[in-house]
């Protein structure tokens, strides 16, 4: 269709100016006919030039695949074949579960030429989605009309987790800076380890890292290097239930649980473990147990598009699903938000897990609970409140306490450091031998 432009309403201004004028001087009647009719002419002949081809090629470029919270560009690539240059307003139809910047594109665009405009976007949620079409407003060669028109132009994206802590992490590593992270490598005590290799023995080492045979036949002192047992299997069993949507900031529960999921999973696949997943609450998924760093990707399109439900978790179902899917063996990490009234359905699962398994329970905190607890008490409704949060706490941590005493280990910790936590509890499982 075609809607009038700025030029329009200039010329429908003037017709109103010169009608008002001539209301007041009759004799100028004619003049008023001559400059109607040279106005109806231009409309008519603008409006058919701008329903004309334009010849415009229009190309969007933007990645397959796009980190939630992180700003990206969108690139279109435009090249047309008239004999006149183009004015060009361009919208580009995205997605609500994207934010955009830069839009709508604003060119001019000489006959013949390319022109690569971008805009940004920011994902807000996970998931794929897609970009369906591109809106074109042309602007007539007279200047009187915009030709608008849609061109179909379906684009598909995935929002995956964050995983540009994936990415610092490895840079980390390879700097040996993880303590910029939070994660801490302690070196271990004791026997249990797998042998790595033999070295010159160094100041702080063992007597018991000595090789007495190596040390005879070198003349000089060699010590038995160790290194994390490998081969060992992680899965993580997760809660996909309404408490996940819980929000502490920008990020729900659910999301940094994610987000601490692919780091553990990077980091136990460079460990030389195996890794699989298991989802419960409402979504269920299973991913078997794999190695190697082409699992993470496989985790990654397993991940993406995966949201908490509105249903109540089953811990005993997702108990005895793991078991039937999993014999082997594993670590298992079940992430989930603990409330007082789980104990009945969750400790019958925690111990039927436990009777194969070793087994970690996290546990999401609130950081708005311990936020109301700081708060100052000026007033009788908030020591109410104050109490009740208190009360609530307390309960949670006897819950915990119950879950401790059947021997699982537990890990009760705020969204926010979910991840280094999680990553270094690992370790410790790995460096301790119990798995």
Known sequence: MILPARRSFYLISANLALAVLVSFLPSWLPLWYLLLGISLGLWLVDSVLALQK????????LPASLPVGIKRLVQLRLRHTS???LNLVIYDHYPQQVQAQGLPLQLNLPSGQYAEPVYSVLPVERGKFYFPKLQVRVLSP???WWHDYTIELASEIRVYPNFAAISQYALLATDNHLSHLGIMKRRRRGEGQ???QLREYRAGDSLRQIDWKASARMHKAISREYQDERDQEIVFLLDCGHRMQAKDGELSHFDHTLNAILLMSYVALKQGDAVGLATFGGTERWLPVKKGQASLNQMLNTLYDLQPSLQAPDYSQAATELLIRHKKRALVILITNLRDEDTDDLLPALNLL?????LLLVSMRELALDQKLAEPVDHLE????QAATQHYLQLRQQTLERVRATGTLCLDVPPTDLSTQLINRYLEIKRSGSL
């Open 194 to 196: 797998d042998f790595h």
């Open 54 to 61: 334009h010849g415009l090629e229009i190309e969007r470029q």
């Open 354 to 358: 436990r009777k194969r398994h070793l």
């Open 382 to 385: 908030e020591a109410i409140e």
């Open 142 to 144: 007279l200047q009187l």
């Open 83 to 85: 004999k006149r240059p």
